[in-house]
C-alpha cells in the first residue's frame, strides 16, 4: 500500500472520529502540503529510517512553503508526529512488517536569544511608570523586578513608552 493511501485511511477512520477540530485541521494540512507530496508515493514498506531522516533534513532547509528557507524545529517535530502516528498504527495492524520511525533523530530546537533592559533603560521605565497618573502601571515595575513578562506588562509599557514620547515634545 502506498503511504498516501494508508494516511487517508489513517486519517479517516482513527483521526477524524476521535480527535479534536483544530487537530483534525492540523493533521490535515501537514498529510495534503507535506506528506503526500513528498512521500506519498512511497510503499509503506519502503519508508526507512534513512528516507524518513533525509525528509527530516530537507524540512530543515528547505520546507517552509512560502519562503522556500527550512521550518523551524516545532514545526518540522509536529510533522514528525503526524509520520510516526500512522506509521505505529500501520505497524499494529500488520500493514507494516516493522516499525522503525521511533530510529530517526528529532531536530533540537534552538533557544531565542533574549534581549535584556539596562539599569538604566530600568530605571528609566520604572521612573516613568511611578510617575505616571494611571495606577496601572505598577504592573510594569513589578514585572521588571520580578521577571515577569505578560503581553498586559508589554502593553502596559508601550502605553507608557508612547506617552512619555508625547510629554517630551
Same mark, same amino acid.
Given at each position: 500500500?502506498?503511504?498516501?493511501?494508508?494516511?487517508?485511511?489513517?486519517?479517516?477512520?482513527?483521526?477524524?472520529?476521535?480527535?479534536?477540530?483544530?487537530?483534525?485541521?492540523?493533521?490535515?494540512?501537514?498529510?495534503?502540503?507535506? #506528506?503526500?507530496?513528498? =512521500? !506519498? *508515493?512511497?510503499?509503506?514498506?519502503?519508508?526507512?529510517? $534513512?528516507?524518513?531522516? /533525509?525528509?527530516?533534513?530537507?524540512?530543515?532547509?528547505?520546507?517552509?512553503?512560502?519562503?522556500?528557507?527550512?521550518?523551524?524545529?516545532?514545526?518540522?517535530?509536529?510533522?514528525?508526529?503526524?509520520?510516526?502516528?500512522?506509521?505505529? #498504527?500501520?505497524?499494529? =495492524? !500488520? *500493514?507494516?512488517?516493522?516499525?522503525?520511525?521511533?530510529? $530517526?533523530?528529532?531536530? /533540537?530546537?534552538?533557544?531565542?536569544?533574549?534581549?535584556?533592559?539596562?539599569?538604566?533603560?530600568?530605571?528609566?521605565?520604572?521612573?516613568?511608570?511611578?510617575?505616571?497618573?494611571?495606577?496601572?502601571?505598577?504592573?510594569?515595575?513589578?514585572?521588571?523586578?520580578?521577571?515577569?513578562?505578560?503581553?498586559?506588562?508589554?502593553?502596559?509599557?508601550?502605553?507608557?513608552?508612547?506617552?512619555?514620547?508625547?510629554?517630551?515634545?
Amino acid at each position: 500500500m502506498k503511504y498516501k493511501d494508508w494516511l487517508d485511511v489513517w486519517f479517516a477512520n482513527y483521526i477524524e472520529p476521535s480527535s479534536k477540530t483544530k487537530t483534525c485541521e492540523r493533521y490535515s494540512e501537514i498529510i495534503e502540503k507535506h #506528506l503526500k507530496v513528498k =512521500l !506519498g *508515493e512511497y510503499e509503506l514498506e519502503e519508508l526507512s529510517p $534513512i528516507v524518513i531522516q /533525509k525528509y527530516i533534513t530537507e524540512l530543515m532547509q528547505s520546507g517552509n512553503l512560502t519562503t522556500g528557507k527550512g521550518l523551524a524545529a516545532n514545526s518540522v517535530n509536529r510533522i514528525i508526529t503526524v509520520i510516526q502516528n500512522s506509521l505505529k #498504527l500501520a505497524y499494529t =495492524l !500488520g *500493514e507494516l512488517k516493522e516499525y522503525t520511525t521511533d530510529k $530517526i533523530r528529532l531536530p /533540537k530546537t534552538k533557544e531565542k536569544e533574549v534581549s535584556c533592559f539596562s539599569l538604566a533603560e530600568q530605571k528609566k521605565i520604572e521612573q516613568a511608570a511611578l510617575s505616571s497618573k494611571k495606577r496601572k502601571f505598577i504592573g510594569i515595575v513589578i514585572c521588571l523586578y520580578s521577571g515577569c513578562v505578560s503581553e498586559n506588562c508589554l502593553r502596559l509599557l508601550g502605553q507608557i513608552l508612547i506617552s512619555r514620547k508625547e510629554r517630551l515634545r
